[in-house]
C-alpha cells in the first residue's frame, strides 16, 4: 500500500512593520534608561570625595569642623585628584627585578634601541620641552637609546664633553668613569676639563657662570647652560643666542636636573593603606628650621601670622628654639617625634623651585609639610599625590591655621596625607646618563634649538613673585 505524501510549502506567519518598528523604539528606550542609572551611579560614587564620607557630626564644634573641611576640599580640589582618591590594592604594585626600569633602587629593566615611526622616520621617544611640555622627561630620557647604538659601540668613537668651569664644580674625574660607573645604558662619552677641546668638543657644559670661549663655534657643538639656583641668585647672561640647551630644575629645560624625582612603582597606584598612625604621641603642631631670616616672598611674616593662631616653634637664627647644625639628625628627629606639621618654606617664588626643604627635610620624615615656593600646579606635578599643604590654598594664614587644628583633632584625615607612603621611591635622575643618551640623538643634533635670549626664558615675566602666587595675598597677610 502506498503512502501518499504531499509537498507542503512552509509558511512563516506576516509580520507586521509597524509593530517591529515599536518593539525596536521600545527596547532602545529602555536600553537608554538603564545607562542612564548606571552613568548616575557612577559619577555619583565617582565624585564624593572619600574624607567626606564621615559621620554625622554632632555638636556644633563638630559641625563648624565638617563645613571648613567641606570647604577648603571644594575650593582647593585639583581635577585629576579624581582619578586616585580610591586607594588601590598594594599587591597591583609593579614587581621587582624585570619589571622595573634600571633607575630603580631594584630595578633591572634595561631600554631597548629607540622605536622610530614608520610613516615619518621619526623617533617616538619625547626627550625635548617643545616634544612634550606636560612632564620633565626624566624618564623617556633615561630610557632612550639610539637605533643605531651597536654600530656607534662598534666603532668606539666617543662624544667629548667639556666642563668649561673645571671639573671641581661637578665633583667628577676627567675621562669616562661616571658614565661606567653609573652603568649608563648609553656611555659612549667622556669628559674633560681642557679648554683646548673648545673647538671641537661635542658639548661645552657651563655650570652657573658663563664665559665666552673666544673660539670659532663650530656647527655641530651644543653649548648648554647649568643653572642649580633660582634666578635671583644666578647670573644675569647678557649673551644672546649662545645656549642650545639648558640644565636646571625647570620642567622646560632640556635636561631638567631637580633636586630630587619621585617616581611611582605604578602610575596607577598613587595610595595604599598605611599600618601606621602617624599622629600618634606627636603633641606639639607646627615646627620650622630657619636661618635666613630676610627671603624675598615674605615667608618669615607668614610664619609669625600664623604663630597668632596655632603654634609654631621656629628654630635657628629666626625664632626662640635652638638646634645645632652639628647635631642635625637629631634636630630633624623631633620632627619624627614630636611635631605633627613642618614649614617647607622655600627662600623664594619661583617657577618649579621646590628644592631639599621641601623632599629632604619633610618628605623624608614622618611630618606633613606646608609649603611656600613654587606654584601650586608645580607641587602637584612634583610631588607625591598628597603628600603636602600648599598655603596659596588658603586665603590667610588664619584660614590655614583653622585646618591644621582640623588635622591636628582628626587622626584619620592627618593619616590621609601619608598613603603616598610605598607606592614609589626618589629615583637618581642619573643626570650624566641622560647628558651622553641625548647627545647620540641625532634628530637634534642635525637642527640644534637655540635660546634667542636666555635671560627672557630664565628670569623673564610670570617666572617668579616677590608675593604670593595666589593674587592679592600680599594684601591680607595679617588678618587680625
Known amino acids: 500500500m502506498k503512502i501518499g505524501i504531499k509537498n507542503r510549502t512552509m509558511r512563516f506567519p506576516k509580520v507586521s512593520l509597524k509593530k517591529c518598528f515599536l518593539f525596536t523604539v521600545a527596547f532602545a528606550v529602555l536600553l537608554l534608561f538603564g545607562f542612564t542609572l548606571r552613568e548616575k551611579d557612577l559619577w555619583t560614587n565617582r565624585t564624593q570625595h572619600p574624607l567626606l564620607s564621615t559621620k554625622t557630626q554632632q555638636n556644633s564644634e563638630?559641625?563648624?569642623?565638617?563645613?571648613?573641611?567641606?570647604?577648603?576640599?571644594?575650593?582647593?580640589?585639583?581635577?585629576?585628584?579624581?582619578?586616585?582618591?580610591?586607594?588601590?590594592?598594594?599587591?597591583?604594585?609593579?614587581?621587582?627585578?624585570?619589571?622595573?626600569?634600571?633607575?630603580?633602587?631594584?630595578?633591572?629593566?634595561?631600554?631597548?634601541?629607540?622605536?622610530?615611526?614608520?610613516?615619518?622616520?621619526?623617533?617616538?621617544?619625547?626627550?625635548?620641552?617643545?616634544?612634550?611640555?606636560?612632564?620633565?622627561?626624566?624618564?623617556?630620557?633615561?630610557?632612550?637609546?639610539?637605533?643605531?647604538?651597536?654600530?656607534i659601540q662598534q666603532q668606539e668613537k666617543l662624544k667629548t664633553i667639556l666642563l668649561y668651569n673645571g671639573l671641581g664644580p661637578w665633583n667628577v674625574r676627567q675621562g669616562r668613569d661616571v658614565f661606567l660607573n653609573a652603568k649608563c645604558p648609553v656611555s659612549t662619552c667622556s669628559l674633560t676639563s681642557n679648554r683646548e677641546f673648545s673647538s671641537t668638543a661635542?658639548?661645552?657644559?657651563?655650570?652657573?657662570?658663563?664665559?665666552?670661549?673666544?673660539?670659532?663655534?663650530?656647527?655641530?657643538?651644543?653649548?648648554?647652560?647649568?643653572?642649580?639656583?633660582?634666578?635671583?641668585?644666578?647670573?644675569?647672561?647678557?649673551?644672546?643666542?649662545?645656549?642650545?640647551?639648558?640644565?636646571?630644575?625647570?620642567?622646560?629645560?632640556?635636561?631638567?636636573?631637580?633636586?630630587?624625582?619621585?617616581?611611582y612603582f605604578d602610575p596607577r597606584v598613587k595610595q595604599v593603606e598605611q599600618d601606621k598612625n602617624y599622629a600618634l604621641n606627636k603633641t606639639k603642631k607646627v615646627a620650622w628650621f630657619v636661618s635666613n631670616c630676610g627671603a624675598r616672598n615674605g615667608r618669615l611674616q607668614y610664619a609669625h601670622d600664623l604663630q597668632k593662631h596655632i603654634q609654631v616653634d621656629i628654630y635657628g637664627a629666626c625664632g626662640n628654639f635652638k638646634c645645632s647644625r652639628s647635631t642635625s639628625d637629631l634636630c630633624f628627629e623631633l620632627l619624627d617625634n614630636e611635631y605633627k606639621f613642618y614649614l617647607a618654606f622655600e627662600?623664594?617664588?619661583?617657577?618649579?623651585?621646590?628644592?631639599?626643604?621641601?623632599?629632604?627635610?619633610?618628605?623624608?620624615?614622618?611630618?606633613?609639610?606646608?609649603?611656600?615656593?613654587?606654584?601650586?600646579?608645580?607641587?602637584?606635578?612634583?610631588?607625591?599625590?598628597?603628600?603636602?599643604?600648599?598655603?596659596?590654598?588658603?586665603?590667610?594664614?588664619?584660614?590655614?591655621?583653622?585646618?591644621?587644628?582640623?588635622?591636628?583633632k582628626n587622626d584619620d584625615l592627618y593619616n590621609s596625607y601619608f598613603k603616598w607612603k610605598g607606592t614609589g621611591e626618589f629615583i637618581n635622575t642619573f643626570f650624566w646618563c641622560r647628558v651622553c643618551a641625548m647627545l647620540h640623538d641625532e634628530a637634534a643634533l642635525q637642527k640644534p634649538k637655540w635660546y634667542p635670549d636666555i635671560n627672557d626664558w630664565w628670569r623673564g615675566k610670570g617666572v617668579c613673585t616677590s608675593n604670593s602666587w595666589r593674587i592679592g595675598r600680599h594684601d591680607i597677610m595679617s588678618d587680625d
Not at 635671583?232 to 620642567?251: C, D, E, L, M
Not at 607641587?379 to 591636628?408: C, G, R
Open 62 to 151: 563638630e559641625s563648624h569642623n565638617s563645613a571648613l573641611l567641606t570647604h577648603v576640599l571644594t575650593t582647593t580640589s585639583h581635577p585629576m585628584y579624581e582619578d586616585y582618591d580610591r586607594v588601590q590594592d598594594s599587591d597591583s604594585l609593579l614587581p621587582e627585578g624585570n619589571g622595573r626600569p634600571w633607575y630603580f633602587s631594584n630595578g633591572v629593566r634595561c631600554p631597548l634601541p629607540a622605536r622610530m615611526n614608520r610613516k615619518t622616520k621619526k623617533r617616538v621617544a619625547r626627550l625635548f620641552p617643545y616634544e612634550d611640555s606636560s612632564s620633565d622627561r626624566i624618564t623617556n630620557q633615561l630610557m632612550f637609546v639610539p637605533p643605531n647604538y651597536e654600530e
Open 202 to 263: 661635542d658639548m661645552l657644559l657651563f655650570k652657573d657662570h658663563f664665559i665666552a670661549p673666544g673660539v670659532v663655534r663650530k656647527p655641530h657643538q651644543i653649548y648648554m647652560l647649568y643653572f642649580l639656583e633660582c634666578p635671583y641668585h644666578t647670573q644675569n647672561i647678557k649673551f644672546p643666542s649662545v645656549f642650545n640647551w639648558t640644565a636646571t630644575y625647570r620642567k622646560d629645560s632640556d635636561i631638567v636636573a631637580p633636586y630630587e624625582k619621585w617616581e
Open 347 to 408: 627662600n623664594s617664588n619661583c617657577k618649579d623651585y621646590i628644592t631639599e626643604k621641601f623632599f629632604v627635610n619633610a618628605l623624608y620624615r614622618n611630618v606633613l609639610p606646608i609649603v611656600m615656593g613654587a606654584r601650586p600646579e608645580d607641587y602637584l606635578s612634583s610631588a607625591p599625590y598628597k603628600s603636602y599643604i600648599h598655603v596659596d590654598d588658603f586665603a590667610s594664614p588664619k584660614e590655614l591655621a583653622a585646618y591644621l587644628h582640623l588635622l591636628d
